[in-house]
């Protein structure tokens, strides 16, 4: 895997290669998160301007040229220093080639398969993946002759048995959108070896904080970069990044296409990179001791989250995420859905909030995913599943929040995982609504 870098934790010295002016030395992890995509030179702002500019003047053509031949911009598509400055972050924390910035996660997605897919090529989901991802390519790409399968399971078996000649892409979350089931990144790469098909992974949920699937053998990483890289519920922005051979075509592709990334978000998103490192392992242990929390009491019936030492898939968990579980996790009501109607209703400090990400602890219901081969999403996200980004408070406050509103609920003994609206994303399976989903 060319401009790949070896997978360091947090205390290891890592080279970030060329191409990348973030700290002149080699540098931890957290250290480079606070200097990555700075600009060299003896001069420069501690904190990079907002440049709003979308054209550059020239005395005349023949300058403009000469710029031009360097690489730098002329006008906005080319590529502006507050989106390049994002770029060099994320290829360099990410420990890839280079890095694409664009509007939004969905439109890193939309141009990364508009530049690689063609008519006749195929692509192979991973269990469980966003729905909105389900919904863009199955009701969308389809429609262009690109053929989609959806895995049976999150595991490499299931993913070569979806594959057919004109695999093109594997495409997977590190951290599912909503099962909270953790990929194991490495396998899948060794198994698509063989087969020249290129591996996909949204990095959303883990960040590079926690895991760099370039390390692990994926070929492209994927950002919805106004949540946790942002983290601050203020930006929205998403990238890619990866090789050279790769990047280079999808930045063509995105100056033709123009799905831009405004300056200032990619100003605030960058900012946030400067804390993420604290942030997400903070985050961590927090969602760690709610997790707890919540599996010890009688009105759950089920958690999700990777870092509980009964977690399903722990051993690959611990490989692919050794420096923390990340921020989310999924639990379900024993009370089915009105209960988990009440809790959010109880919940005092605790907002309903559809994104994730923030400094500030959410909870919602969801995703679901489309009905089988429509690629429209469900109606109703209702269920007993909910989901929650845990954020910087006081993990005490939290469970004691959480705590009092759980208190309030009756208890329904009878009602398993399954029946109270669990199973679906447990097994993360993308094509099926438990029964308590109403539809």
């Known amino acids: 895997m060319n401009g790949n870098r070896d997978h360091v934790s ?29 600009s060299d030179g003896p001069v420069r702002p501690v904190s990079a301007p907002i440049e709003f500019g979308t054209s550059y003047a020239f005395a005349d053509a023949a300058t403009a040229d000469s710029v031009a031949q360097t690489g730098a911009p002329l006008y906005a598509r080319d590529g502006m220093p507050n989106v390049r400055a994002l770029e060099r972050a994320v290829a360099d924390l990410e420990g890839a ?3 694409v910035a664009t509007a939004s996660g969905m439109a890193a997605l939309s141009l990364t398969m508009l530049t690689l897919l063609s008519a006749g090529d195929h692509v192979v989901l991973n269990a469980g993946c966003y729905q909105d991802t389900v919904s863009l390519l199955e009701g969308h790409f389809t429609r262009f002759g690109v053929g989609v399968t959806v895995a049976e399971r999150n595991d490499p078996d299931a993913v070569l048995a979806a594959m057919t000649p004109t695999t093109r892409i594997v495409f997977s979350e590190t951290i599912t959108n909503p099962g909270i089931v953790v990929t194991d990144i490495a396998a899948i790469a060794r198994a698509l070896r063989p087969s020249g098909a290129l591996l996909a992974i949204d990095n959303t949920f883990a960040t590079p904080a926690l895991c760099r699937p370039l390390t692990h053998g994926a070929d492209l990483v994927l950002h919805s970069a106004g949540k946790f890289l942002g983290g601050h519920h203020d930006a929205t922005g998403g990238i890619v990044a990866g090789r050279h051979d790769l990047i280079d075509p999808i930045r063509r592709a995105g100056y033709l296409f123009g799905p831009l990334l405004g300056p200032l978000d990619a100003w605030l998103i960058l900012r946030g990179i400067r804390t993420l490192a604290p942030r997400l392992s903070w985050m961590s242990a927090s969602a760690l001791r709610v997790a707890a929390a919540l599996t010890a009491h009688p009105a759950i019936c089920a958690v999700r989250y990777p870092g509980l030492p009964d977690a399903d898939r722990r051993d690959i968990a611990g490989r692919t995420l050794p420096r923390g579980s990340g921020a989310m996790l999924a639990f379900d009501l024993a009370g089915g859905t009105d209960a988990a109607v009440a809790f959010t209703q109880s919940l005092r400090t605790i907002p309903y909030v559809a994104s994730v990400g923030g400094t500030e602890t959410i909870i919602s219901f969801p995703p679901l995913p489309p009905s089988q081969g429509t690629g429209e999403p469900a109606r109703d996200h209702r269920c007993a599943t909910l989901r929650m980004s845990v954020g910087l408070e006081d993990p005490a406050d939290l469970i004691a929040d959480i705590t009092q509103a759980l208190d309030r609920l009756p208890i329904s003994p009878t009602l398993s995982p399954a029946t109270a609206g669990g ?4 097994n ?3 094509h099926e609504t438990s029964p308590d989903h109403d539809t």
């Open 10 to 38: 947090e205390g290891e010295p890592d080279d970030h290669g060329a191409g990348h002016p973030a700290a002149p030395w080699d540098a931890t992890f957290r250290t480079r998160t606070v200097h990555a995509g700075q």
């Open 423 to 426: 199973t679906a994303a447990a």
């Open 97 to 99: 080639d280079d890095a």
């Open 428 to 430: 993360g399976r993308s």
